[in-house]
């Protein structure tokens, strides 16, 4: 059992950075493929980026270059630093663990950010 708590969400205006958090409790947070979702008000949850357990990383387009997801397997913790933030990256962050063997796929509660100026 993964139990996920996201931080670092808050109001920022256009261009600035943010960096968010996932603190893992439960198992070792090294072995899961984890990545980061994000849902707009409205619209469906869509895929933001990917650190696989070997380290390979891939992000959707939208945010390719102004986005970097990364890892501390000393602390349990992912990371999702963003910058040059823009109105539409508006939504809910979340993050998520997916067992490389089983597939069990674990989700946090979100963390909101908001791009306004």
């Known amino acids: 059992q993964v139990q996920l708590v996201e931080s670092g969400g808050g109001l920022v205006q256009p261009g600035e950075s943010l960096t968010l958090s996932c603190v893992a409790s439960g198992s070792i947070l090294s072995i899961y493929h984890l990545d980061w979702y994000r849902q707009a008000p409205g619209d469906v949850r869509e895929w933001v980026a990917t650190?696989?357990?070997?380290?390979?990383?891939t992000y959707t387009s939208s945010v390719k270059g102004r986005c970097n997801i990364s890892r501390d397997n000393t602390k349990n913790t992912l990371y999702l630093q963003m910058n040059g933030l823009k109105t539409e990256d508006t939504a809910v962050y979340y993050c998520?663990?997916?067992?490389?063997?089983?597939?069990?796929?674990?989700w946090g509660q979100g963390t909101q950010v908001t791009v306004s100026s």
């Open positions: 998520r663990a997916q067992h490389p063997k089983t597939g069990r796929v674990y």
């Open positions: 650190i696989a357990a070997a380290g390979t990383t």
